[in-house]
C-alpha cells in the first residue's frame, strides 16, 4: 500500500472510530464513583481495548480522545469539570492494550517494555502524593497486572502462537486486563490530584478512606469490564485476528 493511500485509510478510520465512540458514549450511562458525588465511570471505557487491539497505539487512542472530545462538545451538560481531567483516560486504555499485545518493536524495544513503563510511571507517581502512600493497598491490581504484562512480555512472546489458541486467549485477557486497569489507575491518581491538591476538596485522610472503601466496588466493577471486553475481543480474534484489519501483530 501507498504511503498516501495508508494515509487516506487512517484518516478514515480516526474519522469514523472517533464518530462511533461519540455515539457510544451518548448511548451508554456512566456510573456514579464511590465517595465522590457527581463524577461518574464511564461504561464506555470497556470498549478502549477493542480500540487498542483493531487500530493499534497510534489510531487506537486518537480515536477514543477525539470521540471524547466531540462527544463532551454536543453534549456538554453529561460532564463535570472532573470529565475535563480524564479524557486520557480511555485512550490510555487503548495505548496500553495495543502495547501489551503487540509483539513487534519500537525503536528497538519491545513494546510490552512501553506498557510496563507506564504502570511504573504511575505508581512512582502515586506513591509521590500523601493519599497515595497511605493507600499502597489500593494498588494491589495493578501490582498484579504488571507482574502479568511482565510474563508475557518475558515467556508468552517467546512462543510461536500458530495453532496455540488457549495461549493466544491468555495474551488477549492480559492486555484486556492491562488497558482497563491502565484506564482506572489514572482515574484513580487524577481523583488524587484534582480533590486533594487542586480543589482541597477533602482531607488526605477521608480520600484515603474513601480509596480503602472502594477496593472491593474496584474489582466487581473492572473485573466485569475485563470480562465484556475480553468476550468481545476473543470472538474478534477468532473473525479477523489474523487478517490486514487489525492493526496490532498479535502472533
Known sequence: MTLRKRLSLNTALLASFSALYAVILKL????PAYGFPGVKIQIAATISPIYGFILGEVIGPSSILLGTLLAMFLMPSKYTLFSFFTIFCAPL???VTALTLDKGTLWKLSKWIYSLVIYLALLCAWILTDVGRATIIYTAPYLAVIILISLKGIFLDKIAFRRKLPLILLSLFIGTAAGIFADHFL????????????LEAI????????YLAAIPIVLIERGL????????LMNLYLIIGRSSYVKIKLE
Open 28 to 31: 451508554l450511562p456512566g456510573i
Open 93 to 95: 486504555g487503548a495505548l
Open 187 to 198: 482515574g484513580s491518581l487524577e481523583g488524587i490530584i484534582v480533590f486533594r491538591y487542586l
Open 203 to 210: 482531607e488526605p485522610g477521608a480520600l484515603a478512606a474513601i
Open 225 to 232: 469490564m475485563i470480562l465484556m471486553a475480553f468476550v468481545i
